[in-house]
């Protein structure tokens, strides 16, 4: 038997074992023996002493000592509790936490674990993750003012049986830099050596793209005229001049139909994107589009374009990353049909379970004012920016920035390098509040900022979370679901790459149909109606 099918098999017996737990989440009160010591507000956030365990991810676990950062030790000190983070790679992690699901010894709480909505939902109906609507509503001040605020966020979080099961990582809808993720960057250097204006639409973008193309002496490499992590980042960035995407990339195969105002529509098998198809396999067989894009990862992008050998690329920020300052972008692309939709907008819910709290820990109350503190601007700006005076100062008009230390480390080290011993953010999946005025990564810079304002004209008026499935639904997607939605990606690379013909749309949009898209997308309508009905 292979490890996963063992995994498999003990991932079942738990949901037999746990089949009395299952009506865990019917009642939303989840009060522990131990409610007494909790403070009301303010610091210490207990009476006593308290010891728990989290189960972490993180990009590099073996980094640094994570519990000996500035932000736990300091807030170990101001709450009297102690953490013990065991910490995991993000890399396998999924695996390292069904197993401990599985074997029954979980932890306190998942944090920064990347906890799906589909765990969320299954392990919450078991009861081993514990509701939290009546432990938010009492003691989680900060972050029930967000739910309030952004009602889209609620929505989000709000699992089929009702209840909300975790705190998310969610990004500031008005803080758009963020959410535009990873624009199209165009050279602008290379744009004046070619005496060309900055393209606007899909057919000048080719031009553009051909005359890198023509012009091998604009770069000391091999010029690379159009490149980005993956295939994936391509289409979800140029698939808004056809017109597709228009409640944003957290939806890779479903969104609104124009011409029905409410009515999902499954545009992965529309006419118009056959056409958007067609001109990715234009760009990708007259080697316009890196050719390793299927294949090298995102340091070899970085290489690439550190050495000045790209004309346009989807990436985050090249000043910061590639080290490059004369690029630009944000503006969408105008299409055939007049279509100029900046698609490429990422849901403000980025993590769902982002941190949740399982039936073992005997102090749910403390716990959730422990991670509520970060979703206030005191605790944020601690959590991101570290220690006024040492990593951040707070300008004349109210604006932080990172000190000299940290940007022009005297040591040579990187501003992530510098800031590692103060804060644990970086490398993503954290939970928390994240706003422009204390998140300075390179979405704040000035140049990503113009990016967000450029975009902002043409994004989608609403952009959408991933919605949540019930059990049964979920078993769905995960089976015939995945089996679909991966022969797409699959033959959509054949059809860019020339490997499988156009001409052949016909049939692989009636297999498609055959392989179960009408169940598929009736599972899409009564999450997308849940969805809708959360208020």
Partial sequence: M???????????????????????????????????????????????????????????????????????????????????????????????????????????????????????????????????????????????????????LRKGLTMPDGHIYSFPSYYDPDFLPMLIGVPLWINDEWLDELGMERPTTTDAFYDY???????????????????????????GQLQGAWGFGNRGVGHKFIDVDPENEGELRFFRTDPKYKEFLEYLNKLYTEELIDPEVYTHDSAQLLAKGAEGRIGAVITSNPETLM?????????????????????????????????????KNEHPEATVRWIDYFFGEEGATFYFMGKEGETYTKQEDGSLEYTEEITDNPDGLTQ??????????????????????????????????????????????????????????????????ADLETFINETEDAFITGRKPLSE???????????????????????YERYQEVD
């Avoid at 980094?63 to 509790?81: A, H, I, P, Q």
């Avoid at 000391?220 to 992590?229: A, H, K, L, R, W």
């Avoid at 749309?505 to 999450?527: F, K, N, P, R, T």
């Fill in 505 to 527: 749309w016909d049939d692989y949009v009636a297999q498609v149909e055959a392989m179960g898209l009408e169940e598929y997308m009736s599972i899409q309508q009564a999450a």
């Fill in 209 to 235: 793209l051909t005359a890198v193309k023509n012009t091998p002496e604009l770069a000391e490499g091999e010029v690379i005229p159009f490149s980005g992590t993956n295939m994936t980042e391509i289409r």
């Fill in 416 to 481: 992530d390098q510098a800031l590692a011993s103060y804060i644990t953010w970086l490398g993503g999946s954290y939970p928390g509040y994240v706003q422009e005025h204390y998140f300075k990564g390179s979405e704040s810079l000035p140049n990503s900022i113009e990016n967000g304002e450029k975009a902002a004209a043409n994004a989608p008026e609403e952009i959408w979370n991933a919605f949540n499935y019930t059990r049964e639904e979920q078993q769905f997607r995960d089976s015939v679901g």
């Fill in 2 to 152: 292979t490890k996963k099918h063992c995994l498999l098999i003990a991932v079942a017996a738990l949901g037999v074992a746990t089949t009395a737990c299952a009506d865990a989440g019917e009642d939303t009160a989840t009060e522990s023996e131990n409610k007494d010591i909790v403070n009301e507000s303010g610091f210490p956030i207990v009476k006593e002493p308290i010891e728990l365990t989290f189960f972490t991810g993180k990009s590099e676990p073996n980094s640094n000592n994570f519990e000996e950062t500035y932000v736990w030790k300091t807030y170990e000190e101001m709450t009297d509790m102690k953490i013990n983070f065991e910490l995991a790679a993000f890399d396998g992690l999924a695996e390292k936490r069904n197993l401990l699901f599985a074997s029954g010894n979980y932890p306190d709480a998942f944090y920064s674990a990347r906890l799906t909505a589909s765990d969320l939902a299954t392990y919450g109906e078991q009861g081993i993750l514990i509701p939290l609507d009546d432990l938010i509503e009492e003691y989680a001040p900060n972050f029930k003012a967000a739910l309030d605020k952004h009602p889209d």
């Fill in 323 to 359: 080290n490059q300052d004369h690029y630009s972008g944000g503006e969408a692309l105008e299409g055939p049909h007049g279509d100029k939709l900046y698609s490429h907008v990422k849901p403000p819910l980025v993590h769902v379970g982002a941190f949740a709290i399982t039936d």
